[in-house]
């Protein structure tokens, strides 16, 4: 892997705090001998390695997941040459040969990992050997720590087994690795995961924007939710409830960022951050998320911008028929998470879309927006809470944190009374819960649920193309859904640097 040497590191886009953002600050003419001298240059460095988070979550992460499950399509406008990568993931028509796959977005979120792993990598190798305050080094490693283990944590979901990384590559031959077995990827994450615990500092005592405890505490139980390792998960769950670090704020429409406010909240454990403006540290994944082609006339009102242009093009992460209907009656989360578009230019009959609402906030300029993205919220805390007690079969506890999300949302207390009922009611409730956050194809995956939900899914939307933004005459490609797996083929770019896969 040609991307993870030490150069990346050193001669990358280097990062430096801001009181509430990690500012970008570019470095020239670095080495690993001159520049890890300082507690300045490893927090620069620790910054650097947040920095593909950005661009994972502005174009990837929802490609790869949430387009991936049943909750949102790629909504074709035949008037434009078909973008077919996008198209291949949310059809689930992926071409791959030998266990490769040609896909650019698959090779870029591959890589944005792995970037994360190197700059890690580098900081680790060399930051005990290097003196300054021992609780900001703890801090600053414990964040290293964290990144890498999310980092193969993604790549293990979307993967099953990669290569694993955790020296610096200084030379080529130490670039190409074997694919390390999924279940050995784990027990190095979960290594990394559980030591950033030991030395992260909590929220109120960390800075604004980075991991802390409650985020790592929250990463492993998200992994032990993964394997079913319930009482352990419950251990760490339970300990962020009784942080008193977090809540749940009153309005769901009130816990999702602002372009500028409302940023790391009381209900945010870890989220990505953005910053609108000129500083090439904006986000635009609500532009991605608008169905097209959309004229400035309708857009502008979404998005409140001064300078509003139309968007042509294909539209991504638009909302399903199936999570629309998923919501219950009264469900107040439904209206702050989906709204609707008249589009005068489409060639529908029925020119309504549906699109993400719960992102949609106002900002200055066309394209550059700075709302957060969230990873992990208290939220999720109370539904893994409640999971992991009900597979443990304390059934009557689980209800009581799943009904704390049911009445947040303005729905009745939960009907389920038996493990199975229980079950299938927080695997809904998670739905909703989490639309448009990047949970919904995780949750089936690792509920073994693939070929059952995307199957069912896959026969509904051909037999009812209509129902799925297809034009009048129009629908999916022959090949749509016949490629329904749980991972992805590893990038066939890395194949032709490593003889491993």
């Not at 893994?384 to 209800?399: D, I, R, S, V, Y």
Request: hydrophobic share 40%; charged share 25%.
């Amino acid at each position: 892997m040609k991307k993870i040497n030490i150069y990346i590191v050193l001669l990358g886009i280097m990062l430096s705090s801001c009181e509430e953002f990690l500012t970008l600050a570019p470095e020239t003419a670095l080495s690993s001998a001159t520049f890890y001298k300082t507690e300045a240059d490893f927090e620069q460095a620790v910054n650097a390695t947040y920095a593909p988070l950005r661009s994972i979550a502005d174009d990837r992460s929802w490609l790869l997941s949430e387009m991936r499950s049943d909750n949102t399509i790629y909504a074709r406008n035949i008037n434009f040459g078909a973008t077919e990568q996008q198209e291949d993931i949310s059809d689930h028509a992926l071409p791959e040969a030998q266990g490769i796959t040609s896909n650019g977005h698959v090779l870029n979120q591959y890589r944005q990992d792995y970037l994360i792993i190197a700059r890690a990598n580098q900081i680790l190798s060399v930051i005990d050997e290097v003196e300054f305050d021992q609780t900001s080094k703890d801090n600053l490693k414990g964040q290293a720590l964290f990144l890498r283990g999310y980092a193969y944590y993604e790549l293990a979901r979307y993967f099953g087994g990669v290569p694993l990384h955790l020296d610096p590559v200084t030379a080529r031959e130490e670039a190409a690795l074997p694919v390390t077995p999924e279940a050995e990827i784990y027990n190095q994450l979960i290594s990394d995961i559980q030591a950033s615990i030991a030395l992260l500092p909590t929220r109120s005592n960390q800075g604004v924007g980075r991991a802390s405890k409650g985020a790592a505490q929250m990463l492993l139980a998200d992994v032990y939710i993964t394997q079913k390792k319930w009482a352990e998960a419950e251990t760490l769950l339970n300990a962020i409830v009784s942080s008193g670090e977090y809540e749940l704020i009153g309005n769901y429409e009130d816990v999702f960022s602002e372009s500028v406010g409302n940023k790391n909240n009381i209900e945010s454990l870890f989220e990505v951050q953005y910053l609108e403006g000129p500083e090439g540290l904006n986000g635009n994944f609500l532009y991605s998320f608008m169905p097209r082609p959309i004229s400035p006339q309708e857009l502008q009102p979404i998005t409140g911008t001064s300078n509003t242009q139309g968007l042509d093009g294909e539209g991504n992460n638009i909302p399903t028929p199936d999570i629309i209907a998923a919501y219950e009656d009264g469900d107040l989360r439904k209206d702050a998470s989906i709204a609707y578009v008249e589009i005068a230019g489409s060639d529908r009959e029925d020119k309504v879309y549906p699109y993400i609402k719960k992102y949609a906030k106002a900002h200055d300029l066309h394209g550059n927006h700075g709302m957060s993205w969230p990873i992990y919220r208290y939220a999720e805390v109370l539904l893994f809470l409640a999971e992991a007690l009900n597979e443990q079969g304390k059934t009557a506890e689980a209800a009581a944190y799943l009904n704390q999300i049911r009445d947040r949302a303005g729905l009745a207390a939960t009907t389920a009374s038996s493990q199975s009922d229980m079950r299938e009611a927080i695997f809904k409730e998670r739905r909703v819960e989490f639309a448009f956050e990047n949970k919904r194809w995780f949750d089936i995956t690792r509920a073994d649920r693939v070929q059952e939900i995307i199957g069912a899914f896959g026969q509904r939307a051909v037999a009812n193309p209509l129902d799925y933004y297809y034009p009048e005459g129009h629908t999916f490609r022959d090949h749509a859904f016949s490629n329904i797996t749980k991972y992805y083929a590893l990038p066939a770019a890395e194949a032709e640097i490593t003889p491993h896969f």
